[in-house]
């Protein structure tokens, strides 16, 4: 199987639930983001709900996550399972400095006629066949050359947390100049309630001006507002943040594009969704 063709199953794996995404936010939260030596666990939360961080609605699925130790080389994922509305799951923080842990998918979403009858590409697949087991979703490679009204869109998405074991480092910070990512001026875990934060966001390596971001505090079901802030990106692709409470909070970014990199494909939509924690001062 093609390379892009793994990502893209890969990719509606995890997302099997598109419209389910855009109207349930996906979230990891870590029961922390700072520890001290290296002999501590970390225990992480997965899932798509409204009210953010309240597993209520779909569980994140385990077999995308992966986990960057500090000196950038794979960690393990341990003890995962998946209930009704959540995954959970822990990483041994065994080595010093920070550690990131998420997903990253890419796929391609879209449509295409044969004999004028619609057929998509992605998603959830096909519908069960008569022996039950659903058809695996079509990728860019089923699609005939004599195919016509082809729309498809290439899609990446990142959803990442950070946690650190004794001093904060920055290995695992470094953007990979591909696709939607923050190049943390402050670092993710040293966040201070009452102290400005600044984030420069990049698309393919370069600051990505005007980008719109949603950072919300955690714990709306304890509250009447939800407290969303829409903010904007300077020219320069820095975002600056004022944290006005301690707390839990979900930072999320988009930016569509014209610049697939798949053949065939005519835009590019990419996503970035962290978890931050912000302490007392």
């Known amino acids: 199987m093609p390379r892009f063709a793994r990502h893209l199953l890969a990719a509606a794996a995890l997302f099997s639930i598109p419209t389910v995404v855009s109207a349930h936010r996906l979230w990891m939260l870590p029961s922390g983001t700072v520890f001290s030596g290296t002999d501590s666990w970390v225990t992480v939360d997965f899932a798509a709900s409204n009210d953010l961080f309240y597993a209520d609605h779909q569980p994140g699925r385990l077999d995308g996550v992966k986990v960057w130790q500090p000196d ?13 509305y959540r995954s959970v799951f ?4 065994d080595q010093p400095g920070t550690w990131k842990i998420g997903t990253e998918m890419s796929g391609l979403m879209g449509s295409f006629k044969v004999n004028g009858e619609e057929k998509r590409v992605g998603g959830r697949g096909g519908p069960p066949g008569p022996d039950g087991v659903r058809r695996p979703p079509l990728t860019v490679a089923d699609i005939p050359a004599d195919a016509t009204d082809v729309k498809l869109i290439e899609t990446s998405n ?38 400005q934060a600044r984030f420069r966001f990049l698309v393919d390596g370069r600051p990505a001006p005007g980008l719109k971001v949603t950072v919300v505090p955690g ?24 944290w006005p409470a301690a707390g839990m909070y979900w ?8 610049k697939p990199s798949v053949a065939r494909a005519t ?9 931050l924690e912000v302490t007392t001062p």
């Open 267 to 275: 835009a590019r939509r990419m996503g970035y969704v962290t978890t």
């Open 90 to 93: 822990d990483v041994k923080l």
């Open 251 to 258: 930072l999320s970014a988009s930016h569509e594009d014209a």
């Open 72 to 84: 950038g080389s794979a960690g393990q994922v341990q003890n995962g399972a998946t209930g009704r």
């Open 158 to 195: 990142r959803n990442e947390i950070f946690v650190t074991a004794g001093e904060p480092t920055r290995t695992v910070l470094k953007p990979t100049g591909k696709g939607l990512e923050i190049d943390f001026v402050t670092h993710p875990d040293e966040l201070v309630a009452g102290e």
């Open 219 to 242: 714990g709306k079901r304890y509250r009447n507002a939800e407290g969303a802030r829409e903010l904007t990106t300077g020219t320069d692709g820095v975002l600056a943040i004022d």
